[in-house]
């Protein structure tokens, strides 16, 4: 899921995209800590999810950057999975509650 090793991460809760509502931002160590758990996650190269969202509904971009380098992975409401473009991963509970502890 992130194919650099990060130096920072920022992670963004949207509500009404493009409204940020809340954020944060990770340092080393927690950056390196986080990037490992995210890569830990099962991945697939695409997913079966549909759901009816309401419009402005919240979601999550976390970011993952280093000192020349970026990814980015969208956390789309309700369907359990986050993609960074080319891979999606199944969300753990842990992931989700570390995502939720920075974005309140």
Not at 20 to 38: D, I, K, M, N, Q
Not at 43 to 48: A, F, G, I, P, Y
Not at 52 to 67: E, K
Not at 75 to 91: H, Y
Request: include cysteine; charged fraction near 15%; hydrophobic fraction near 40%.
């Amino acid at each position: 899921m992130v194919p650099i090793e990060a130096l920072n991460v920022r992670i963004c809760d949207y509500f009404g995209v493009p409204t940020l509502h809340t954020g944060a931002v990770l340092r080393p160590p927690a950056a390196a800590s986080f990037e490992e758990e995210t890569n830990g996650l099962t991945t697939t190269r695409s997913v079966n999810a549909t759901c009816d969202q309401m419009a402005g509904a919240a979601v999550d971009l976390v970011t993952f950057a280093s000192d020349t380098q970026q990814v980015s992975i969208i956390v789309p409401p309700c369907i359990g999975s986050a993609t960074n473009g080319v891979l999606w991963a199944r969300l753990t509970t842990k992931w989700v509650s570390e995502v939720r502890r920075y974005t309140p």
